[in-house]
């Protein structure tokens, strides 16, 4: 019998949303097998949504000139081969991570690499012959990942970190925590998973109302904070975190957040990762296609109403325009939003 790997390297490249899934997955992992050493390799960016967990490394690309182009692809594969990897978990499964993980198994490292279901998820999305039923969690495809590479990983009952002690640098912005923090991330890449502002401006004026609650308004680049600094509307309770900030003290405010409501985008799955509840709004897509936040139950994420645009979900990552359906996300009440958030806290 061969030999269980221990030192494997983790790939995961991009994006945002779908690097944060993998976290929860790697931390019950090095839980479960504490012998196990781990190097993620990804983009430098995401550094700090592994820091903290015991055992594993963090190999930061550089896409832009170490490491572009083919050559670099081979430049990557013989700087990871320096750290004496002996097993590649490619949770990726794009060109790029195909070629490294294909020279690790010509140099006889064992290799495994998750399936993404696409013909599950074209299915899903077809507007002909629908097939309406969920597909398997992208956690769960990782899990058989490194089932194939030999271990295990029993998700049901995940341990998160501990919320961060704020500095007082952070406090400034937000001020001691004596309510309820709710947090809102407003935007997604797509404009098909946006909930419509004007509403988003009713959600937020209904709940700022109540003195019990502070919100933070997540969001990033110059665009979305005018927009956030419109929404913030003249509310004492409101606070627009938007480019005030580093990403690391982000992840520390989020980590104490009572409630995030977020769209189908990665602010949901940064706070799914640290144990927050989270509330998501979707449009285009829907949470039968496998990204649904970790952890959180399905009524949790808030659909447009099918009865009504039957197509839907028309798109795996809201990158597909379907006329007569730019404006699904109105089928969801900004009362059942409320309603959520209060139940939730």
């Known amino acids: 019998m061969s030999q269980k790997p221990k030192h494997i390297a983790v790939i995961r490249l991009s994006a945002m949303g779908d690097v944060a899934m993998t976290v929860p997955v790697l931390r019950v992992l090095v839980q479960q097998h504490p012998e196990l050493k781990l190097t993620v390799v990804s983009r430098p960016f995401f550094k700090p949504f592994f820091d903290g967990i015991p055992n594993v490394n963090f190999f930061a690309v550089d896409v832009k000139n170490r490491h572009k ?33 294909s020279l690790f198994a010509l140099s006889g490292k064992k290799v495994a690499f998750t399936d993404k279901g696409r ?4 299915a899903l999305t077809s507007l002909t012959n629908k097939v309406f039923k969920p597909v398997k969690p992208m956690v769960e495809r990782h899990v058989e990942t490194f089932e194939k590479l030999g271990f295990s990983i029993d ?5 998160f970190p501990t919320k961060a002690i704020l500095s007082d640098e952070i ?5 001691n925590k004596t309510q309820n923090w709710v947090g809102i991330a407003p935007f997604a890449q797509y404009q098909s998973k946006v909930y419509p502002l004007d509403l988003m401006q009713k959600v937020i004026d209904e709940l700022a109302k109540k003195n019990s609650i502070k919100i933070f308004l997540f969001g990033g680049g110059n665009e979305e904070i005018q927009q956030l600094n419109q929404l913030l509307n ?8 938007a480019g005030k900030l580093k990403f690391n003290q982000e992840l520390e405010v989020i980590s104490n957040l009572d409630v995030m409501l977020s769209m ?24 039968f296609a496998g990204f649904s936040p970790f952890n959180q139950p399905l009524e949790n994420c808030i659909v447009s109403d099918r009865d009504k645009f039957p197509l839907l979900p028309t798109s795996i990552y809201g990158n597909k325009k379907v006329d007569g359906y730019e404006e699904v996300m109105r089928t969801i009440a900004v009362e059942s939003i409320i309603e959520k958030i209060k139940f939730l806290l």
């Not at 990557?76 to 081969?81: A, G, I, V």
């Open 155 to 159: 998700l049901t009952n995940p341990q």
């Open 264 to 287: 189908d985008s990665g602010n949901a799955h940064i706070a799914a990762m640290l144990g927050v509840k989270v509330i998501t709004l979707w449009g285009a897509t829907h949470p």
């Open 171 to 175: 406090l400034k912005i937000t001020g």
């Open 119 to 122: 013909a599950e998820k074209k």
């Open 69 to 101: 182009g083919f050559f670099g692809l081979l430049r990557l594969f013989s700087d990871l081969k320096k750290l004496d990897i002996d097993a590649v978990a490619d949770l990726h499964n794009v060109l790029r991570s195909k070629v490294v993980r």
């Open 234 to 241: 003249n509310h004492s309770n409101v606070i627009v975190l």
